[in-house]
């Protein structure tokens, strides 16, 4: 069985940072690629970041401001928010697409997610 387990959410002043980290378990052979997307009261879940071999992908509200990242030898990505905004409050969801188990599954898998709040 696969899980992602988030940490690194909390509270945080405007222009302030925090690092998001998502590390997969399980019987994983490999995954094409992982992300991070947010939902925010009322919204729909929208892409952050992904990241797939060298390439990433950002949403346009976040460019230039955060930055994701993965270690494959952990399963694990990250992602590093700075100059942190209001309107980025959300619960940021850990995404992992192209899973293959050793059991010949191929499937996608969220976290549980982790709230970000950014108050003054």
């Known amino acids: 069985q696969v899980q992602l387990v988030e940490s690194g959410g909390g509270l945080v002043q405007p222009g302030g940072s925090l690092r998001l980290s998502c590390a997969a378990s399980?019987?994983?052979?490999?995954?094409?690629?992982m992300g991070w997307y947010r939902q925010a009261p009322g919204k729909q879940r929208e892409l952050v970041a992904a990241i797939s071999g060298g390439n990433t992908n950002y949403g346009d509200s976040v460019k230039g401001r955060f930055t994701i990242s993965r270690e494959n030898a952990k399963k694990t990505v990250y992602l590093q928010m700075n100059s942190l905004k209001p309107e980025d409050t959300a619960v940021y969801y850990c995404?992992?697409?192209?899973?293959?188990?050793?059991?010949?599954?191929?499937?996608?898998?969220w976290g549980q997610g982790t709230q970000v709040t950014v108050s003054s």
């Open positions: 995404n992992a697409d192209g899973v293959i188990t050793n059991g010949g599954h191929t499937g996608d898998y």
């Open positions: 399980g019987s994983i052979i490999s995954i094409r690629a």
